[in-house]
């Protein structure tokens, strides 16, 4: 199996982006109407004079937990931005193609203002607004992704087309 081209790995980055974020933002919603009544629901079903579990602590922690992903999201970023940037170096293409490609970055950049917007859309709306403050590394990204997407795409198009013709690193 060939495959001729890699830009469209583009619009993958994108998706995988926006459903990441939103699907984090949805979880932290949930555990946080969750948490008051988890919290009341536990603390009565602990036996009379026990004291060493402080169940309020430990729902923080979960809670805690799932804000970490705020931080991991420029990561996760980062590793889909250098997978993408090393299957363009293998792929072989054709100068020709190079023109095509500046079609298909209107495209992906119509694709990530979309997408930009929907997330915006989604966490102004009524609820989701509280707590998608405590999400900025995220918010952020979201907000530059038109931005961002652009960047990579045109590092995608030069890895893929400034290679010498006659080099062929498919065979690895």
């Not at 988890?38 to 004079?49: K, N």
């Not at 979309?114 to 709306?125: C, D, G, H, R, W």
């Amino acid at each position: 199996m060939k495959k001729k081209g890699n830009l469209p790995d583009v619009v993958w980055i994108i998706a995988v982006l926006f459903a990441t974020a939103i699907m984090i933002i949805f979880v932290y919603y949930i555990w946080s109407q969750a948490k008051p009544e988890l919290d009341s629901a536990l603390g009565s079903s602990l036996p009379a004079g026990e004291t060493s579990f402080n169940i309020t602590q430990m729902t923080g922690d979960v809670g805690g937990g799932i804000k970490t992903f705020n931080s991991m999201i420029s990561l996760f970023l980062l590793g889909l931005i250098v997978m993408t940037l090393i299957s363009a170096f293998f792929i072989q293409s054709h100068p020709v193609f190079f023109f095509v490609s500046f079609l298909f970055l209107i495209i992906v950049l119509i694709i990530a203002v979309v997408f930009s917007n929907m997330y915006q859309s989604i966490i102004e709306s009524e609820g989701i607004s509280d707590i998608s403050s405590e999400f900025g590394i995220m918010n952020l990204f979201m907000q530059y992704l038109p931005h961002i997407i652009v960047i990579i795409t045109i590092i995608v198009g030069v890895i893929l087309f400034a290679k010498p013709r006659g080099a062929s690193t498919s065979g690895i």
